[in-house]
């Protein structure tokens, strides 16, 4: 069984307790293990989520980034929307990666607790009792890993990637500081995106 401290300070980062979150912390801590690596504090990581734009389960998401170190932030995460609870995980420095999703398995029980029935009829996740929105959660935490998650073969993962490019230079026009590769040269002035007129 994972460390229990990782589901709390994960749930606080994510700000409500939800199945789908914890679905997302069990697959990122599998997809981990299937790598034999750690929590990518740098770039090693990437991740590939293929969770969509505005359905439920999103939440899922925040459970891959949490656990796997990859971030909106650093850049390391992109969405391939496909609408499915699944990551592909890949070690670039190994040139290895592999696709753990969730399974099925749950979603009656899930779907027919208080917590869900609360759900569907219109109650925000946060006006839900702290036990109700806890039963959900130890239901996905304490499942079997078997019965919830199908954990691919690792598999070779070559891709040529992109270096990150240093450095900020405050526009021309705003003041504000754009990093290189967004600064559009117009005339002899380098200028921020908004700045220079350009689309992109
Ligand atoms: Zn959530
Ligand atoms: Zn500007």
């Not at 170190?69 to 420095?93: E, H, S």
């Not at 702290?130 to 073969?153: F, K, R, S």
């Not at 405050?170 to 921020?192: D, F, H, I, N, T």
Request: some cysteine; glycine content about 12%.
């Amino acid at each position: 069984m994972e460390d229990r401290q990782i589901l709390t300070d994960a749930l606080k980062f994510h700000g409500h307790r939800c199945w789908a979150s914890v679905a997302g912390l069990r697959v990122g801590l599998a997809a981990l293990r299937a790598l034999e690596v750690s929590r990518s504090g740098g770039a090693q990581l990437y991740a590939i989520l293929e969770t969509g734009e505005e359905h439920g389960g999103m939440c899922f998401g925040d459970g891959i980034q949490f656990t796997t170190g990859c971030t909106l932030g650093k850049g390391n995460i992109r969405k391939n929307p496909l609408g499915k609870l699944a990551v592909t995980l890949i070690d670039k420095d190994g040139e290895r990666a592999v696709r753990v999703s969730y399974k099925p398995t749950l979603q009656k029980q899930i779907a027919g607790s208080a917590f869900m029935q609360q759900r569907a009829a219109g109650v925000p996740p946060d006006e839900i009792s702290e036990a109700e929105q806890q039963e959900v959660v130890d239901l996905v935490w304490d499942a079997p890993e078997g019965d919830i998650l199908t954990v691919g073969e690792v598999f070779p993962y070559e891709h040529n990637w992109l270096p990150e490019v240093m450095g900020f230079t405050p526009c021309q026009a705003c003041g504000e500081l754009v990093a290189q590769a967004y600064l559009r040269v117009v005339g002899e002035r380098k200028l921020c995106i908004p700045c220079s007129g350009y689309n992109r």
